[in-house]
């Protein structure tokens, strides 16, 4: 079986690190823009091999694992030249985008559009972690749009890697994503720079933060040339989302300032459901 993985990364990485586990028979080729990223790939044993996209035409599987902006050239590039046979996936942060960048491609059934919602705040190879997807959720776009037998294969080696599978309509995944991940990773930015911004002196911060701060900051470590084009892509629902928080902050500002805490205890109540909604959510 032949691999290849178009941006090896912590995604791309973290693929090539379990498909080797459970195929050692396969050969994984990596193909990066980084020439640094593709010798760790190597030394760290991500990869095999380093690929080239001429040869793209022999592979079982391509997975495309770079930024989104990027995807939307990369990903036509790839159906282009591969083979009858190979199924080309890509787990980029946005959905309907992606998927409209490909609509009409003749090779459209030979592509299957996913979003494997696992990952931490580091990027490039060294990131990588085995056992990533394990008992995490894939969520898979216009499943029908992809060719049957394609389909089943790129779902056994999901199911391999340990995930789970959901199907969503890719404006539906836009949508809800930008509430559970974007404004997410805007919030924990915001909150850093409130922070640095007022702390001069870095190690006070380091002095007086505690776990909590460090929990709910750390989303702020993420890759701005990763987070840039998700935003860029998702940009009116993210706008909706920041639109709705910054609603939910400023009420709670004023019920500071008018001394209800009463209102603030009852507020904070209400939102502590999230213990059960949190226990009770497929991961
Ligand atoms: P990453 O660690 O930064 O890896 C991306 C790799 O792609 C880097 O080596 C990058 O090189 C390379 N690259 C950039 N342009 C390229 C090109 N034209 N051709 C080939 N390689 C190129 O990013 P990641 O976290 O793995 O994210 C990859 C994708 O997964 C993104 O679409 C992201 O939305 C999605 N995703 C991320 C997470 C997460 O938690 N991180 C979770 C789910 C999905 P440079 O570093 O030199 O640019």
Redesign the pocket.
């Known amino acids: 079986m032949k691999i290849y993985i178009?941006?090896?990364?912590?995604?791309?990485?973290s693929m090539g690190l379990d498909i080797k586990e459970l195929y050692p028979e396969a050969t994984v080729y990596g193909?990066?823009?980084?020439e640094n990223?593709i010798q760790e790939a190597l030394d760290i044993g991500v990869i095999d091999s380093e690929g080239k996209f001429e040869n793209l035409s022999n592979a079982n599987f391509v997975i495309v694992?770079?930024?989104?902006d990027?995807?939307l050239t990369?990903l036509p590039k790839v159906l282009d030249v591969i083979g009858e046979n190979t199924i080309v996936f890509e787990?980029?942060?946005?959905k309907a985008p992606i998927c409209e960048a490909v609509a009409n491609h003749s090779k459209r059934r030979n592509f299957i559009a996913t979003?494997?919602?696992?990952?931490?705040?580091?990027?490039?190879?060294s990131?990588a972690i085995k056992g990533l997807f394990q008992g995490k959720t894939n969520i898979i776009c216009e499943v029908e749009r992809t060719a049957f037998k394609l389909q089943e294969k790129a779902l056994d080696l999901f199911k391999a890697i340990g995930m789970r599978i959901r199907y969503m309509e890719p404006k539906s995944h836009d949508k809800h994503i930008a509430y559970v991940s974007h404004l997410s990773h805007i919030s924990a930015f915001m909150l850093g720079k409130t922070v640095i911004n007022k702390e001069k002196h870095e190690q006070d911060i380091f002095d007086m933060a505690g776990s909590g701060f460090e929990s709910t900051v750390r989303l702020a470590k993420?890759?701005p040339?990763?987070w840039t084009p998700?935003f860029k892509q998702n940009r009116k629902q993210v706008v909706k989302t920041l639109e709705e928080y910054i609603s939910n902050l400023t009420q709670f500002k004023e019920l500071l300032i008018n001394e209800d805490y009463d209102a603030i205890y009852e507020e904070m109540e209400s939102v502590n459901r999230i213990k059960e909604i949190l226990n009770g959510m497929v991961k």
Do not use: K, Q
């Open positions: 178009i941006g090896i990364g912590l995604i791309g990485g193909i990066d823009t980084n990223h694992s770079v930024p989104v990027v995807a990369v787990v980029g942060s946005t979003h494997p919602i696992a990952g931490t705040e580091f990027s490039g190879p990131a993420s890759s040339a990763m998700i």
